[in-house]
C-alpha cells in the first residue's frame, strides 16, 4: 500500500491502539494496591466474562497468524496446531480447572505449596513460570514485528525490530497501571473483536467460492505447487523418522502444554468460585473452538486466493498470510476496500498480540513478586509491596522479552509457541498432577519435577535445528544441533514425570496424610478456598 491507502490504514490501526490504551485508563481509575486486585482483579467476573477473556488470553498471534500461515504453506500439516490446541481444553476442564481454583490463590506455585515446603517449592515453580511466560512472549513479539512492518510497507529487520520494541512498552504500560481488571476487559474487547473479524473474513472466502468448501481446497491444492500431496498428511512432518517423531512430540507439547501455561491458570483466580471456574472453561472451550474450525477455511483461503509463494515472499515463515488474505478479499492493494478491511484485521490481530501479551507479562510478574520475590527476600530486609515488585518484574521481563523477540524474528509464531506448550508440559505440568493426586507425594519429588522437566526441555531446544545447524535456525553459520527434532516434549515431558517420581521414592521426607487430606478436601469441594 502506498500514498492514501497506507495513511487510511495507520488511522485506523493507530486509532485501535488508542482504544484499548483508554480502557486501561480508564478500569484502572479506581483501583486500590491490594495484591488481590492486581493479581485477580477482587474475583469479579462472571463465568461468561472470564470465558471471553480465557478465549482472547489463548486465541493468540500463534492463533490467527502462525496457524494460518502454516495451513497455507504446508496444507494438511498446519492442521496439526488447530487441533492440537483444542483438545487441550479437555485436559484443562477434566483435570486442572475447578481443583486449581480451590487450591491456589494466585499462581501455580500455592497449589504445589499448599502441602510442601514452600521456600523451595516456590522458587522452582516460580522459575519455571517465568522461563515458560518469557518463551510464549517472544512468539508474541515476533508476530507483532511481522504484523507492523508489513502495515508500514516496510518488511526490513529494522522494521520489525522497532514494532518488537513498541509492543514491549505497551505490554509494560497495560500490566503497570491496570493490572488483572484492565487485562481482562481488554481480553474480552479484543475475543469479541477477533471472532468479528474471523467470521467476516471466513464469509467473505466462502462467498468467493460461492460456498463450495471442495473447490476451496482443490484450488488451494492447485495453487500449493504440491498437487493432491497439499491435502495430505506428511508435507512437513512426512518423510524420515526425525520428521515423524517431531509430529509426535509436538502433538504432546500441544495437548498437554495448555494445563501448565501460567496465564491460563492465573485467569481461574478471576471468578468467586471453581463452578464458576469450571463454566468459564466451557464459555471458552465453545468460543475458541469455533475460531479454530475459523482458521482452516482462513488458511486454505489464503493458498487459494494469495498463493504460497506470494506468502513466502513477504514472511518466509507465513505470518502474514491473512492481512494479505484481507488486502485481496477487500479489493486489492490500491483499493479502498482492501484498505480498509487489511487495517481492520491488522487492527484486530495487533489487538490479539497486545492481549495476550499483557496476561502472559501480568501471570509472569506475579511469579517474580508472589513466589521468587517472597521466598529470596532476606528475613530482616525491609519488605516491599508486592504489586511495586511485580510491576517493576513487568518491566524486566519485557526488556528480555524483546532481546529475545529480536532474535526470533524470522520463525513462525505458531511454532514458538509450541516450544513454549513444551516447556509448560515439561515442567509445570507433572508437578502440578503430583500435587494433585499422589498422596505420597513430597517437597523433592516436586523440586526434582520441574528442574526436571524444564531443563532437559531448555537444553534440548538449544541444541535443535532451531537454534543451530540449518539455513532456518536463530543462528545459520553454526553448528552445535546434536538433538534431531525440532520440539523436545517426546522426550522432556516424561522425563518431568520420572524426575518427579523419582524425587519422591529417594527421599527421606514423610508425606504430610494430614496436609494431603485438607488439600485433597478443598480440591473437590472448595472448603476453605479463598
Not at 502454516?70 to 483435570?95: E, Q, R, T
Not at 499462581?107 to 510464549?136: F, K, N, Q
Not at 513498541?166 to 479484543?190: D, E
Amino acid at each position: 500500500m502506498t500514498g492514501n491507502h497506507q495513511t487510511l490504514a495507520l488511522v485506523l490501526f493507530s486509532a485501535f491502539i488508542a482504544v484499548t490504551l483508554g480502557i486501561t485508563t480508564w478500569v484502572s481509575r479506581d483501583r486500590h494496591g491490594s495484591a488481590e486486585e492486581f493479581y485477580a482483579g477482587g474475583r469479579l467476573f462472571s463465568p461468561m466474562e472470564n470465558g471471553f477473556a480465557i478465549a482472547g488470553d489463548y486465541m493468540s498471534a500463534a492463533s490467527f497468524l502462525g496457524i494460518s500461515g502454516l495451513i497455507a504453506l504446508f496444507g494438511y500439516d498446519g492442521l496439526l496446531y488447530s487441533v492440537g490446541f483444542l483438545v487441550a481444553w479437555l485436559v484443562v476442564l477434566f483435570l486442572v480447572a475447578e481443583l486449581v481454583r480451590n487450591c491456589g490463590r494466585f499462581t501455580l506455585a500455592d497449589v504445589v505449596a499448599a502441602r510442601m515446603s514452600e521456600r523451595p517449592v516456590r522458587i522452582a515453580a516460580g522459575t519455571s513460570s517465568v522461563t515458560v511466560s518469557v518463551l510464549y512472549l517472544v512468539a508474541q513479539m515476533v508476530g507483532a514485528g511481522s504484523l507492523v512492518a508489513l502495515l508500514l510497507g516496510r518488511t526490513s529487520a529494522a522494521a520489525q525490530c522497532w514494532t518488537v520494541v513498541g509492543v514491549g512498552a505497551l505490554m509494560v504500560i497495560y500490566v503497570s497501571l491496570g493490572g488483572m481488571r484492565a487485562t481482562t476487559w481488554i481480553q474480552i474487547v479484543k475475543a469479541v473483536l477477533l471472532l468479528g473479524g474471523t467470521v467476516a473474513l471466513t464469509a467473505l472466502v466462502l462467498v468467493r467460492f460461492h460456498g463450495d468448501f471442495d473447490r476451496l481446497l482443490l484450488t488451494a491444492a492447485e495453487r500449493s505447487g504440491h498437487g493432491n500431496a497439499f491435502l495430505a498428511p506428511g508435507l512437513k512432518y512426512g518423510g524420515d523418522w526425525t520428521a515423524r517423531f517431531d509430529f509426535i512430540s509436538l502433538g504432546l507439547a500441544l495437548v498437554l502444554g495448555t494445563a501448565g501455561l501460567p496465564h491460563i491458570l492465573s485467569r481461574f483466580y478471576t471468578v468467586p468460585t471453581a463452578r464458576a471456574a469450571r463454566r468459564s472453561v466451557v464459555w471458552s472451550i465453545g468460543l475458541i473452538g469455533g475460531f479454530y474450525l475459523m482458521t482452516i477455511v482462513l488458511g486454505f483461503g489464503a493458498a487459494a486466493i494469495v498463493g504460497p509463494q506470494a506468502v513466502r515472499a513477504s514472511n518466509a515463515a507465513g505470518n502474514t498470510a491473512v492481512p494479505l488474505l484481507a488486502l485481496d478479499l477487500g479489493g486489492g492493494s490500491d483499493s479502498t476496500g482492501g484498505t480498509v478491511l487489511f487495517a481492520v484485521v491488522a487492527a484486530v490481530a495487533f489487538a490479539t498480540i497486545l492481549a495476550v501479551v499483557a496476561g502472559i507479562t501480568l501471570a509472569s510478574s506475579a511469579s517474580v513478586a508472589h513466589d521468587l520475590y517472597a521466598s529470596l527476600r532476606r528475613r530482616r530486609a525491609e519488605p516491599r509491596s508486592e504489586v511495586a515488585v511485580a510491576r517493576a518484574a513487568a518491566v524486566g521481563i519485557g526488556v528480555v522479552a524483546i532481546a529475545l523477540g529480536l532474535l526470533a524474528r524470522d520463525l513462525n509464531v505458531a511454532f514458538l509457541v509450541g516450544l513454549a506448550f513444551a516447556v509448560a508440559a515439561s515442567a509445570n505440568l507433572p508437578v502440578l498432577l503430583y500435587s494433585l493426586f499422589w498422596r505420597g507425594f513430597t517437597t523433592r519429588g516436586a523440586v526434582y519435577a520441574v528442574y526436571g522437566g524444564l531443563v532437559p526441555a531448555l537444553v534440548l531446544v538449544v541444541l535443535s535445528p532451531v537454534v543451530s545447524g540449518s539455513p532456518e535456525s536463530l543462528f545459520p553459520g553454526v553448528d552445535f544441533q546434536y538433538f534431531p527434532l525440532q520440539n523436545p516434549g517426546l522426550v522432556s515431558i516424561p522425563l518431568g514425570f520420572l524426575a518427579g517420581w523419582l524425587g519422591t521414592v529417594t527421599s527421606a521426607e514423610v508425606a504430610d496424610e494430614a496436609k494431603h487430606a485438607e488439600t485433597e478436601v478443598r480440591s473437590l469441594t472448595g472448603a476453605g478456598a479463598v
